[in-house]
């Protein structure tokens, strides 16, 4: 099975930083990518699909990028709201697994 | 409105069985492909299994800590998803969330119920 990891595990930053997530698969998924967005005692919000395709009703300041094996999740400027931990996961074949999160607070 | 609302959570103990029941409406239930998904307390999420539409074929496919002990299945007829958990561990204490993801060329659908819990506890 295709296994999925995240770096780093956790980061704390300044509002108005630009940060970044990384998730790399094990094997090749194309662009069949996922990231999740899930805040403390919520159900897990979809935030990028396709690897790259904002969800409608996401803000913009939030981009996905790569194909293959390698992938980014991009919060242009952090804000307040963003606190939360984020997934990616695979969705080309079964299992479709999540990476293990990325826990994302303010500095 | 698209709601999940999954059911059937407790206590159990180890080695026991229970059945979870996600009751679907607000789309059209017998066109989706179903999955459980599944959070530890304080933990990640975890892919637990979906069944596809009978359209599709209605199979299943499972995680592998899961497999052999955890049926998936679906009753159109009712637009409810059940998982049957058998030979449950103190490791299988989640919160389980019934979910369904449709993502075509230019749009996505993502649902998620509130999830029930599920105790594994002598």
């Known amino acids: 099975d295709i296994q999925m990891t995240q770096s780093p595990s956790s980061l704390s930053a300044s509002v108005g930083d630009r940060v970044t997530i990384t998730c790399r698969a094990s094997q090749g998924i194309s662009n069949y990518l996922a990231w999740y967005q899930q805040k403390p005692g919520k159900v897990p919000k979809l935030l990028i699909y396709a690897a790259s395709t904002l969800q409608s009703g996401v803000p913009s300041r939030f981009s996905g990028s790569g194909s293959g094996t390698d992938f980014t999740l991009t919060i242009s400027s952090l804000q307040p709201e963003d606190v939360a931990t984020y997934y990616c996961?695979?969705?080309?074949?079964?299992?479709?697994?999540f990476g293990p999160g990325t826990k994302v607070d303010i500095k | 409105e698209v709601q999940l609302v999954e059911s059937g959570g407790g206590l159990v103990k180890p080695g026991g069985s229970l059945r979870l029941s996600c009751a679907a409406s607000g789309f059209t239930f017998s066109n989706a492909w179903m999955s459980w998904v599944r959070q530890a307390p304080g933990k990640g999420l975890e892919w637990v299994g979906r069944i596809k539409s009978k359209t599709d074929g209605g199979t299943t496919d499972y995680a592998a800590p899961v497999k052999g002990r955890f049926t998936i299945s679906r009753d159109d007829s009712k637009n409810t998803l059940y998982l049957q958990m058998n030979s449950l561990k103190t490791e299988d204490t989640a919160v389980y969330y019934c979910?369904?993801?449709?993502?075509?060329?230019?749009?996505?659908?993502?649902?998620w119920g509130q999830g029930t819990l599920v105790t594994v506890s002598s």
């Open positions: 996961q695979k969705y080309n074949s079964a299992p479709q697994t």
């Open positions: 979910t369904t993801r449709e993502v075509g060329a230019t749009s996505a659908v993502d649902y």
